[in-house]
């Protein structure tokens, strides 16, 4: 990403969301209810942008649960996509299910013009990823995908100071995430069903929370792909995560940077957080909002300050938000950034590269 990049996109968001007050809401669709990052659209306050007009979900008792949390009628849910989109008709949808099915959801969609957004990662496997890029790229419908991390104030922020040249050229990036594991936080079970399962997930904690440190470092490195890719698996809760991995460290080697990613469902402590290593200094994004800087002083020495996170504004703080700027206003998002598919299409050839490295407990070399 060009150093003019974050500037642009923060004034095309100012004249987004400056814009007239009445909104034409986005038409959505939900399809599937397992993922339980679901809630953080159906637990939305009403802004007025997005109408969800249909669910698609064969499990009767999960959405009768969500229904009943949420207040919406059960005439919104229907069985098979094809059924939603005829009756609802709706304008884009966000997939709430498991991984493996995003190319299905996007194989539907894409020729009737729905525009998409998955939750990370974007697909299983970088075979299907490949294929949906394709349907994207032929019918022409924008397919985003949603990180938690991408409405961390404190990341845009690191990311601006870096291009801002405050701690000189990046060096090194260091990148934790994770949790307890699915078992040990109380996913709910139709999440845990598939989580847990290499076909439908792609792995465990490795594509789980590996996926959100590749965007970051494929976001702040301009979309440039690492030179090499190697990885180190293991289980450590194997009564909880029999089939999979919840161990994972991904090492990315750049021309004069390189990436260590740490994934994992063994964190005592629910994490999400980034260090940024200059010539002459550190960015500590501790958290959401917490963001630290660093200046060497000698040796051994340091100054360091609190820097000041500004919220991201309004419309650029939301995923949903965001889907109705780019849909409704034709908001052009910046190459590379995080929600885009070019970004997470290097994504997904790092999460590929390094199952293969597991695999072959190898270093694999990505093609420039």
């Not at 069985?79 to 493996?100: C, H, K, L, S, W």
């Not at 996170?309 to 939301?318: A, I, K, Q, R, S």
């Amino acid at each position: 990403m060009r150093n003019s990049h974050f500037l642009t996109f923060i004034t095309l968001i100012l004249f987004t969301f400056t814009g007239s007050a009445q909104e034409v809401p986005l038409k959505v669709g939900i399809i599937g209810l397992s993922h339980s990052h679901v809630h953080g659209i159906l637990g939305r306050e009403d802004k007025g942008d997005i109408e969800i007009v249909g669910i698609v979900e064969t499990n009767r008792d999960l959405a009768q649960r969500f229904s009943n949390q949420y207040k919406f009628s059960m005439d919104l849910i229907y069985d098979t996509m094809e059924a939603m989109f005829q009756a609802a008709r709706p304008e884009a949808v966000t997939a709430f299910g498991n991984i493996y099915d995003h190319l299905s959801v996007v194989s539907a969609c894409a020729p009737l013009g729905i525009h998409v957004m998955v939750e990370k990662p974007l697909a299983v496997s970088l075979d299907h990823a490949k294929k949906m890029e394709a349907l994207a790229l032929k019918h022409n419908i924008q397919l985003l995908t949603n990180y938690e991390t991408t409405w961390y104030p404190s990341n845009h922020q690191a990311i601006k100071l870096l291009k801002e040249g405050k701690i000189g050229p990046l060096r090194k990036v260091v990148v934790r995430d994770g949790h307890k594991g699915p078992v040990g936080i109380g996913v709910n079970k139709e999440f845990l069903e598939w989580l847990t399962d290499p076909e439908l997930n792609g792995a465990g904690a490795l594509m789980d929370f590996g996926c959100y440190g590749a965007n970051l470092v494929t976001w702040m490195h301009g979309g440039k792909k690492p030179i090499t890719v190697t990885a180190v698996t293991q289980q450590l809760q194997k009564e909880n995560n029999p089939k999979v991995d919840d161990e994972a460290n991904i090492i990315l080697t750049y021309d004069n940077s390189n990436a260590l990613i740490q994934a994992s469902w063994n964190w005592p402590v629910g994490r999400k957080d980034m260090e940024l290593y200059g010539t002459t200094g550190v960015l500590y994004s501790d958290n959401k909002n917490d963001l630290r800087l660093r200046i060497s002083e000698g040796y051994d020495g340091f100054d360091e300050t609190t820097v000041a996170v500004e919220p991201l504004m309004e419309g650029y703080d939301d995923p949903f938000a965001m889907l109705h700027a780019v849909i409704k206003k034709g908001m052009k998002l910046p190459p590379y950034e995080p929600t885009t598919l070019e970004n997470n299409m290097v994504v997904m050839e790092i999460l590929d590269a390094a199952i293969r490295s597991v695999e072959t407990e190898s270093v694999i070399r990505l093609k420039p």
